[in-house]
């Protein structure tokens, strides 16, 4: 248990931090599934419009450290490579 004032304080504000974060990556992994179902209906107009909803809600994570910036890209990459297989 936290003793200090400063301690206290930093523990409210990791709470704080923590429930945000959770939320933005709650949020992501939301976008990412709209994007997984749509390819998996293989209905590629609504793929692309969920990739292109999904990509700045990724980086935007990316952004807030919630996820690792190269872990964003590479998701985004491996769901634009699975909507363009679609037209094939």
């Known amino acids: 248990m936290a003793n200090t004032t400063s301690a206290k304080k930093a523990t409210r504000k990791i709470a704080r931090r923590t429930e ?13 599934r ?5 390819i998996a209906s293989g209905d590629q107009a609504a793929a692309q419009e969920a990739l292109r909803a999904a990509q700045p ?5 990316a952004t807030k450290g919630v996820v690792h910036a190269n872990t964003a890209s590479r998701k985004i990459s491996r769901l634009a490579h699975r909507v363009k ?3 094939a």
């Not at 709209?34 to 749509?38: I, R």
């Open 20 to 32: 945000i974060n959770k939320a933005r990556r709650s949020r992501v992994r939301s976008f990412i």
């Open 34 to 38: 709209k994007v997984e179902e749509a």
């Open 57 to 61: 809600e990724m980086m935007r994570a």
């Open 85 to 87: 297989g679609l037209s």
